[in-house]
């Protein structure tokens, strides 16, 4: 689903990580784990191509990002769930409208009212995001993914986020088990009490 062929990142003289080769299949949770400053946000920004690399290849669902046109790439984003530090969320609308807006835009409105069952965002609706708490409006971001029924998921330090972190690992097990979600987070150390979890500590590619 997702691979990196030799791929270099530098920022002017600064190397993030060199010659990286690796590979994530369908289905997978992989964890992306390293210190302050060791290409772990960088690394998701170039799976969905908001960062280009310095050299070297990014493939997602198969397809190189670097020989595809910007309306193929846009297509190949509506598969791919993203949560980075902002949750890419609207503050000054409801919770009702924002997901209403977002469904209605991509066209999947069928899987809406089942996001917010599993989210427990009923009595959260009619409230304004700039009045959620952290964890709330993390599990806002987290609906819109499950409503998209995306079958990619890039997670940007969730459990700085939420509050309840079993919940959080519960929540990514369902995710993947039941959704059949692929899902790659980053984390400064190691989650545990998940299965299967495969984990690529960029520290060892960076500096």
Same mark, same amino acid.
């Given at each position: 689903?997702?691979? !990196?062929?030799? +791929?270099?990142?530098?920022? &002017?003289?600064?190397?993030?990580?060199?010659?990286?080769?690796?590979?994530?299949?369908?289905? %997978?949770? +992989? %964890?992306?784990?390293? =210190? !302050?400053?060791?290409?772990?946000?960088?690394? $998701?920004?170039?799976?969905?191509? #908001?960062?280009?690399?310095?050299? =070297?290849?990014?493939?997602?669902?198969?397809?190189?990002?670097?020989?595809?046109?910007?309306?193929?790439? #846009?297509?190949?984003?509506?598969?791919?769930?993203?949560?980075?530090?902002?949750?890419?969320?609207?503050?000054? $609308?409801?919770?009702?409208?924002?997901?209403? $807006?977002?469904?209605?835009?991509?066209?999947?409105? %069928?899987?809406?009212?089942?996001?917010?069952? !599993?989210?427990?965002?009923?009595?959260? $609706?009619?409230?304004?995001?700039?009045?959620?708490?952290?964890?709330?409006?993390?599990?806002?971001?987290?609906?819109? /993914?499950?409503?998209?029924?995306?079958?990619?998921?890039?997670?940007?330090?969730?459990?700085?986020?939420?509050?309840?972190?079993?919940?959080?690992?519960?929540?990514?097990?369902?995710? &993947? &088990?039941?959704?059949?979600?692929?899902?790659? !987070?980053?984390?400064?150390?190691?989650?545990?009490? /998940?299965?299967?979890?495969?984990?690529?500590?960029?520290? &060892?590619?960076?500096?």
């Amino acid at each position: 689903m997702i691979e !990196f062929v030799d +791929v270099s990142k530098f920022y &002017n003289d600064k190397r993030v990580f060199e010659g990286l080769n690796f590979y994530i299949r369908e289905g %997978q949770i +992989v %964890q992306i784990s390293g =210190g !302050f400053a060791c290409g772990k946000t960088t690394l $998701l920004k170039l799976i969905c191509r #908001m960062e280009k690399p310095t050299s =070297g290849d990014v493939k997602i669902f198969g397809e190189p990002l670097s020989r595809i046109k910007y309306s193929r790439l #846009m297509h190949l984003r509506r598969h791919i769930g993203v949560v980075f530090d902002d949750f890419g969320l609207i503050e000054n $609308l409801s919770v009702k409208a924002y997901l209403h $807006l977002v469904t209605k835009l991509l066209k999947r409105k %069928q899987y809406l009212e089942e996001a917010i069952d !599993f989210f427990g965002l009923k009595n959260l $609706l009619n409230t304004k995001i700039f009045n959620l708490s952290l964890s709330e409006k993390y599990r806002l971001a987290l609906a819109r /993914i499950l409503a998209l029924r995306v079958p990619l998921v890039l997670l940007d330090e969730p459990f700085s986020y939420y509050k309840n972190k079993q919940e959080l690992i519960s929540i990514l097990k369902k995710l &993947n &088990n039941d959704y059949k979600m692929t899902i790659v !987070f980053t984390s400064f150390s190691p989650i545990e009490y /998940i299965d299967n979890l495969d984990i690529f500590n960029t520290c &060892n590619v960076g500096e």
